[in-house]
């Protein structure tokens, strides 16, 4: 939580002598959890006793602090009224160790009752982190404006003041543990609260979920738009559960009185306003905090107060006032004095940047705030800033008369009150120090920016590369300047950088690498990108030409040798024109056309040119202004054209060349193969000049912007699509087909009768076929579904498919009967029936692409939601990190897991269908097989080691009677890797191993498990963390490993084991037997010890996540095919076999050299023996082709059918 740091450390003693006093609490759960269980299950928890106390021993937080095994021990078991439990209220101070100069707190709470049930802990954790406030304390309230003494401010030093705090409304959970219906309700009352005021305070409500982009944008500008939190604490609180559901923003029409809804508390209050009246800006606070509680009162609510702790909020550092009154004060001199920190601290002040939390002032503006919360009242409080902020103005004042501050500094030391000092100045010299440094250092500001150079550009890395340039002379800082002059737009992430000359992307590689990495969507430094340019290689491209009006490819091409526009001489540029239109006189047929230089055009010539939309314009883009690229202008630029006017190359623009290919109508694919014909004849009379085009195997052409490496590729058509435009789901089709659209106008222009330009999203990693053809599917899918709305029927079914990762000709082949998308605009019962979803729980699910969000109804929520497996594992447990996480248009995640075996039989209902959906339509009266024996494999020993590089079999396993990883305790974690250490204890032989615990490793161990990529890391996935998998991490988690390195186990990841075996080369047969063999031994060791894995008829092994279920075998090998794989038709190859791939570095990533993982497809209904020869046949076939390819033959007789 922002507000829950601490400066001030009490000592070790001191806390200790707090625990030690705290009283025992005897407050009884009152209102105990009702477990519905079925019928057939009868178990009971484990007594788990101090075992399930976590492991503190490397953090630093109050919790830590206070919390000892006897508390642990006295509280763990007790709940509140509603049925919040001790280990939620610890949880996040358990899974974030903190950091050794910032003292958070690392607890909630979830309730009102949370402080008074577990009052053991929270009074010394309160204590501790509010400077000794006793638990026999009482707090002090005064929102009385009339009490404040000043507060106008001297606005040539105060540039903005504001007052806010927190509220809660009783008898209604706190955001970590409220229901959805709960969190609904909170909305529900405060917005009717706030839609009452009048004058003044009259404003309107902005819900998250349900803004249009013109309301984003505005509240984007006022600085009033909060996210969904991204911080592990607030993760681990479990406040950013069904984000963005019910949670919004109300401001006055002045914009000066603002509320947020559902953020980390039920309300965030805030007044502010310009200048240095905090006077006015706390009356504003009072007046309008009263009137909000006043409305709230008349519908039979109120707030969260006590006489002890003062307003009730989330965190315990919130509590008393949760008043933050700040400003944001311009103090560059006294912001420099060495004492500056202590200053603030005599003041009872802190400081952050005028960004924020965890930001750095910018021009010494730093935002000045108390730091007390609890046991002062708020007039207190905000006339401590008040007070302190005058001081330091009284401070920066006399250092800029060049007076010393020391006296000031002294007086304020030895304890005297800030407004006694300003009655009496006798300023006295204090050294200054820093400043100097300072205005040495180079590094931009970029504290504003919003590009991908200013994301990845740090500190270190410009004092690395600053002082290099390219042979040509090119700088870091020249091909940065555009982006350091131009921060870039919210909701439009700009490169922010250019390259010189060919060089730059070499000799400031170590920033442009993950610049290109972050604007190509993770294309790596090792990858290789395509070529393509045989218009053959294309299906189709005779687009309907009712709905294509037009069709054009273009690129560009930069000339080895010579430096790039921004960089250039005049003398680079003219040779370009020179080498370029020699080149273009050179060219007969249908390419034979004429060149108009733009400083020698007449009149005529630039009218015609315009006409025919040919002529480009000197730039006047900011963008193109500072990169450079409008120097000397018009000299050496022009246009050239053919005679038929459909081939078109633009000389000197942002690039050496433009080269385009168009033409009226949907022939797209003579387009294409006019633009590569072209293209050819280009490069052929340039290199009979001795130069040729930029271009690597890393990232393809070399252009002036790195968005445009690679192909440098847009294939477009003005496409009239008035129907499919309209559609809420539009810009998701279009994401998901991997197009784009502009107005027919160009960038940043609005569509006109429902007609776009749609291209191409993609230009490296992709050849100019496959980006190409992904525009010819695409518009084809388009106009099909336009087709469907014309005639009144719905488009459900293709987008439906669409978004399941099904490709666009794939749906145009096989898609006959298409349903209706859902209407845009609901209809009277449709809103009745959105005021009525209000009231309940169900989750939003309106924008999810995932196997829950298909299959959960409302009906079957209603009916599941009150159920609890016998560990007390809920349905709203189950589905959370579905509803966390919507999902992505292009991968379908499954969004539910298990939290123990009997998990699939409660929740059957929801869980049978998702394993239908997820598993190809496996039915819930199908027997899984088993089969483990390897002697059952047909070959596998003999795959071609020279294609083969190394064998893997994988799979998972959980224990019966203890929870699985999204819901076990610590005590069950312990338990897990107790019994499994101890069964692969038993092995011998060459199974004969050790185990090693993640939070014992020494460096040497660590070092050694990292080079033989044993090693795994806290998961940082929003999917496994919105699980609950990371819990407590590194408790109870580690690896395990026999002697010859063939044989791994991960004990407590995603599941309670990951049993692997592997080795190089391609004797799959071997590493199965080897699988197959450590998998029953340690099996048997198990049993012995009255335990055994999970499993049913149906189901096969039962794991966490239902992607896995049945085998959760994962059989792979990492195989060399580079020729197969640029043929067109290896990714129906590879579906046709059941099988999948990706990088040999792990899920989505790119393969190297032709290298790639491939693996089964499938886990559930088949066997182990199954699945394995299914790979063991896959990969042969695969390897046979490769080395057909390899010999120039055809593999038309090997491909497999779909």
Known sequence: ???????????????????????????????????????????????????????????????????TPQIYQKLSGKKTPSGFAFDMAIQTGVDNPGHPFIMTVGCVAGDEESYEVFADFFDPVIEARHGGYKKTDCHKTDLNPGNLIGGELDEKYVLSSRVRTGRSIKNLCLPPFCTRAERRKVEGLVTEALDSLDGEFKGKYYPLAKMTEQEQEQLIEDHFLFDKPVSPLLLASRMAR?????????????KNFLVWVNEEDHTRVISMEKGGNMKAVFERFCTGLSK????????????????????????PSNLGTGLRGGVHLKIPLVSQQKEFSRILDALRLQKRGAGGVDTESVGGIFDISNSDRLGSSEVEQVQRVIDGVNLLIAMEKSLEQGQPITSQYERLTSGEHARAILANLEPVCLQQEGAAAAAQDNFPDLSRHNNWMSRCLTREMYNQLKSLKTPSGYTLDKAIQTGVDNPGHPFIMTVGCVAGDEESYEV????????????????????????????????????????????????????????????????????????????LDSLDGEFKGKYYPLAKMTEQEQEQLIEDHFLFDKPVSPLLLASCMARDWPDARGIWHNENKNFLVWVNEEDHTRVISMEKGGNMKAVFERFCTGLSKVETAI?????????????????????????????????KIPLVSQQKEFSRILDALRLQKRGAGGVDTESVGGIFDISNSDRLGSSEVEQVQRVIDGVNLLIAMEKSLEQGQAITSQYERLMSGKHARVILEREKAPVILENLEPDRAQQEEAAAAAEDNFPDLSRHNNWMSRCLTREMYNQLKSLKTPSGYTLDKAIQTGVDNPGHPFIMTVGCVAGDEETYDVFADLFDPVIGGRHNGYQKTALHKT????????????????????????????????????????????????????????????????????????????????????????????????????????DARGIWHNDDKTVLVWVNEEDHTRVISMQKGGNMKEVFRRFCESLEQVEEAMKKKGKEFMRNEHLGFILTCPSNLGTGLRAGVHVKLPF???????????????????G????????????????????????????VQRVVDGVSLLVAMEKRLMNGDSIDDLLPKL
């Open 1 to 67: 939580m922002g507000c829950g740091a601490s400066k001030t450390a009490a000592k070790d003693k001191t806390i200790k002598d707090v625990v030690d006093k705290a009283p025992s609490t005897k407050k009884a759960d009152t209102n105990p959890t009702v477990v519905i269980e079925p019928a057939k299950t009868e178990k009971s928890p484990p007594q788990e006793g101090n075992n399930n106390f976590p492991d503190l021993s490397l953090h630093n937080n109050w919790m830590a602090k206070c919390l």
């Open 292 to 315: 909000v509680e006043t409305a709230i009162k008349q519908k039979g609510y109120g707030f969260m107060w006590s006489e002890h702790l003062g307003y009730i909020l989330t965190c």
């Open 508 to 583: 400031f590689a170590d920033f442009f690498d993950p610049v290109i990495e972050a604007r190509h969507g993770g294309y790596k430094k090792t990858d290789c990108h395509k070529t393509d340019l045989n218009p053959s290689n294309l299906i189709g491209g005779e687009l309907d030409e009712k709905y294509v009006l037009s069709s054009r490819v273009r690129t560009g091409r930069s000339i080895k040798n010579l430096c790039l526009p921004p960089f250039c001489t005049r003398a680079e540029r003219r040779k370009v024109e020179g080498l370029v239109t020699e080149a």
């Open 931 to 1034: 089969d483990l024996n390897p002697a059952n494999l047909i070959g596998g020993d003999d795959l071609d080691p020279e294609f083969v590089l190394s064998s893997r079999v994988r799979t998972g396993r959980s224990i019966r009677g203890l929870a699985l990883p999204p819901h076990c305790t610590r005590a069950e974690r312990r338990e897990v890797e107790k019994t499994v250490v101890e069964a692969l204890d038993t092995l011998t032989g060459s199974l004969q191993g050790k185990y090693y615990p993640l939070n014992k490793m020494t460096p040497e161990q660590q070092d050694q498990l990292i080079e033989d990529h044993f090693l795994f890391d806290k998961p940082v996935s929003p999917l496994l963390l919105s699980s609950g998998m990371a819990r407590d991490w590194p």
């Open 1144 to 1171: 040999t570095g792990g899920v989505d990533t790119a393969s190297e050299d032709g290298v790639f993982d491939v693996s089964n497809l499938d886990r559930l209904g088949y066997s182990e023996v199954e699945l």
């Open 1124 to 1142: 197969l794989s640029r043929d067109p038709r290896f990714a129906d190859a590879l579906k046709a076999l059941r099988l999948q791939k990706r």
């Open 242 to 254: 069904d984000w963005p559901d019910a949670r919004g923003i109300w401001h006055n029409e002045n």
């Open 687 to 719: 290199k009979q000049k001795g130069y040729g085009f930029m271009w690597s195997e890393h990232l393809g052409y070399i252009l002036t912007c790195p968005s445009n490496l690679g192909t440098g590729l847009r294939g477009g058509v003005h496409l």
